[in-house]
C-alpha cells in the first residue's frame, strides 16, 4: 500500500492552483449553517432544523408509485445512456402535463432534461450570458449570485418589500432591464414562501415585451426570463401559479421555465429537471449537457414520465403532501401572529407556496445582539431554532427577516420548539 497523503499538501492546495473562477467561489452560506446546526444535533442538543430546502425522509417520502416505476425500469435494465436531452417519452409526458395544469401548448422540441433544475439553471446563465452581461434578480432569491459568479455575469440586485409578498415590481425591475441579457423570476419562491400574483406578473411581462419590441427594432439581442417554478404545484388557499406565458403568451419568445420533480414530489435525490423554453435554445442547451453528461438516470426519466402522465396518482400523492407541509408552515404562523399580538417583537406572512415561511424577529440592536449573525445564533444557542437569514440570499435590504423551511421538521419538533423561542424573545424584551 503506498500512502499518497504526502503528494496532496504544497502547491496543489494553494488558492493559486485554481482557475479565477473557482477561486471567486464561494461557500453557500445556507450549507455552512446548516452544517453548524447539524453539529448541535449530533451533540444531542434539542435543535429543529428549519435550515436546509430539503426533506427529511422519515417524514415525507417521494410517491410509492415513483419508487416501484423506478425498481421496474431498473430490473428491465433499462441501465444505459438516455438521450442527451432525455427521453422522449419523458419529454412527452412533460409537454402534455404542461397543457393540462398550465394551459400550455409546447412543442417536444421546448423540452430538455437533466439531472434537476440546477443544471438547466446553471445551463440557461451559460447559454445566454456572456462575461460582463447582466442578469437581474429581485432579492431575495435562490443562488442567482453563485450562477452570475459562475458564467462572470454583473448581478444586478432588485430590492423587494414585505408589503409585495417580496416579490420585485415592475417599476423597480424597469431602470434594469434596459440593457439586462437575463430576468430571473421564482414562484413560489425560495425564500419567502410567497406568490407572484397575476397583475405583479402582467406589468412584469409587459415591461420585457416592450424593451425586446424596442431592441428587435435596433436589432440587439433579446432580454430572456427564467422563470423557476419548481414550487409550482405547492400552493396554498386561493393563491393561484400564474406564468409569464399564461399571462402574456408572446412572452414564449422569451420565457424558459425550470423545473423539477425535487420539490413537488419531496425527490430531491432522484435528480429529474427540466427546462421548458424557445426549441433553438434548447437545442443550444442539449449541446451543452451533452457534454457536461448532467444526464437525468435513465430509470428515474422512465418513472417521471409514468408519474406525470398519471393525473389521479399526482393528485393522490399531493393533496395529503401539501397538507402536511400547509399544517407546519400554519403551526409557525398562527404561534407568530398571536405572540405579535401580545407585544413580542416578531411577525409573519401567511404561507402562499413552497415550504417556507417568512418571519422578522425585530431583535438586532438588543443588549448582546449587535448584528443579524448574533440574532441566528442566539436564536439557535438559546430556542434551539436553526433559520437562515434573508441575507444568505442576497438580500441586505429586508433586516431582521428569515427563512423557516419546514421539510425536516416534524409538527412535533415544531410543537417542542416554539416555547422555547417564545421564552427566548420574552427574555429580550425583559
Ligand atoms: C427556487 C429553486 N430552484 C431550483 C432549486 C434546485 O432544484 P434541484 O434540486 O432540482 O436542482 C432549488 C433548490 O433549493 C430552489 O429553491
Redesign the pocket.
Known sequence: MTDLRPFFDGPTAAATTFSEMAQAMVPSRILVIAYEVRDRILAGEPVAPFTV?DFDPRYFQVPSLLKDYIAEAVAADQTNYPPADGLLELRRAIRDHYQAVLGLDYPVEAVTVAS???PV?YGAYQCLVSPGEKVVTPAPS??NNNFCQLVGAEHVVVPTRPEDAFMPTAEALGPHLRDARLLVL?SPM?PAGTMMTEAQMRAICDRVLEENARRESTGARPLYVVY?Q??RLLTFGDHQHVTPVGVAPAMARYTLF?D?I??CFAA?GLRV?WMVGPPAIMARMKALLTHVGAWAPKPEQLATARLLGDAAAMEAFLGPFRAQIRSRLDLLHGAFEAWAAEGLPVQSIAPQGALYLSVRFDLEGRPGLPDEDAVRRFLLREAGCAIVPFSAFGDTHNRGWVRFSVGAVSEDDIRACLPRLRDALVRTCA
Do not use: E, P
Request: charged share 15%.
Open positions: 430546502g434537476g433544475a440546477r439553471l435562490w443562488n421564482c425560495n423557476d419548481v414550487y425550470s423539477a425535487s420539490k430531491t429537471g
